[in-house]
């Protein structure tokens, strides 16, 4: 029975949607679908009530769901065990991180990881933080890292670094803060955070002109470095690009928004040996 079906099926039976399953597995909807299929076949029953328009377990499907619940977590604990008794670290690492962070600090600390243990073989994924929060909880990333300012409920978590939100510019521009900003979103919190600032500056005479949203910091870095616009990044972004003196800070009008680069992973199962390995060259340590 392959384990691939198995899991596709259990994280569609835990969030109760093919989809959410293809997501946490960053495979299409209708490979789940067909893993299912094949599962149905080989069991000789149907998992799920495919009349229906909603997600549905049948009583067989319930059954198989805690079957396999329980198999893989042997299966994961066999694989740990194997790992645990050669000297030299064996078996795989799944991490999950932030889009921004992969060519940072993910990539650098992947390197020197790979160096010193080149018998695990590294799954690499990316999405936003609400990504890599589902995966560590569905089980399907052994560690994520994110930069994150709120609770990550049900994951333990260390911090990696910190830092601060900054508005820069290219050093030839003249734009100002009243020209307009790029940003993520506006309903995002820091983005709220410099709004509540700049009303506060401005005796509530004067809001936060909003030049364009764009879906990702590094979007915004590269439309920043490419015109004479204002950016919103977090400054780890722009680390280089200030140093170099390509960009320059703008004065923020209140308090900087802070933020942390966390590793996560799930409260549920202990951090196995090749995770624990990779949080410590992430810590530095």
């Known amino acids: 029975m392959n384990t691939f ?16 399953s293809a ?20 069991l000789g029953a149907d998992l799920l009530e495919h009349a229906k328009r909603r997600f549905v377990l049948t009583e067989a499907g319930e059954r198989v769901r805690d079957r396999f619940d329980h198999w893989l977590n042997e299966i994961d604990d066999l694989k740990s065990e194997i790992s645990l008794s050669t000297p030299e670290p064996t078996g795989e690492l799944r991490v999950i991180g932030a889009q921004s962070l992969i060519t940072t600090s993910i990539s650098d600390a992947l390197i020197r990881y790979r160096e010193s243990v080149p018998k695990v073989r590294v799954h ?5 933080a609400a990504t890599v929060h589902a995966a560590l909880l569905a089980e399907t990333a052994d560690l994520g890292v994110l930069v994150d300012h709120h609770k990550l409920t049900g994951c333990y978590s260390k911090t990696i670094s910190k830092g601060r939100f900054v508005l820069v510019k290219r050093a030839a521009s003249k734009a100002r803060l009243e020209d307009g900003v790029i940003v993520t979103a506006e309903s995002k919190v820091e ?12 005796n509530q005479k004067r809001d936060l002109k909003i030049e364009m949203e764009v879906m990702s910091w590094t979007l915004i870095k590269n439309f920043v470095s490419r015109t004479s616009a204002i950016g919103y990044v977090p400054d780890y972004m722009v680390r280089d690009e200030l140093k170099s003196g390509k960009l320059v800070i703008v004065p923020n009008p209140g308090e900087p928004f802070e933020y942390e680069i966390k590793a996560a992973w799930a409260q549920s199962r202990s951090l196995r040996r090749n995770a624990s390995l990779f949080l410590e060259t992430l810590l530095g340590t």
Not at 5 to 20: I, N, P, T
């Open 5 to 20: 079906h198995m899991k596709y099926f259990l994280d569609a039976a835990r969030a109760g949607s093919l989809q959410r």
């Open 23 to 42: 997501d946490l597995n960053h495979v299409t909807h209708s490979a789940v679908s067909l893993a299912i299929r094949a599962l149905e076949k080989e």
């Open 124 to 128: 690499l994924s990316a999405g936003p």
């Open 191 to 202: 983005v709220e955070h410099l709004a509540k600032a700049i009303r506060k500056r401005s």
